[in-house]
């Protein structure tokens, strides 16, 4: 084909006018974030020997559940979404 429309599309992460990351207001976001920051600093705290094995391994367990809890939340359907998924899931029902 020598002519033709392509369409391209592509996720990327939310930027400001300045083009600084931002942050989503979620809760299950910022809950994974706090606890990526308590692994981090738990996993300096293991290796010096201050704190537990154990309680890193909590740390860490924590951490697991919390960023699965997110990317659920995050793959949710906002309106916009649902409404064309449903649209194209509607052309499939043969209709007589």
Do not use: H
């Not at 809950?31 to 860490?60: C, H, N």
């Not at 649902?82 to 499939?92: G, K």
Request: charged letters at 25%.
């Amino acid at each position: 084909m020598k002519k033709g429309i392509l369409e391209m599309a592509y996720k990327a992460i939310k930027t400001d006018d300045e083009g600084t990351p931002m942050i989503p207001d979620n809760s299950n976001f910022f809950r994974a974030l706090e606890t990526y920051i308590k692994v981090f600093w738990f996993t300096i705290l293991s290796d010096m020997g201050k704190i537990s094995p154990q309680s890193l391994a909590t740390a860490k367990q924590d951490y697991a559940w919390a960023v699965g809890s997110c990317e659920t939340d995050m793959r949710r359907f906002d309106l916009a979404k649902a409404e064309s998924f449903f649209n194209s899931f509607r052309t499939l029902i043969v209709r007589d």
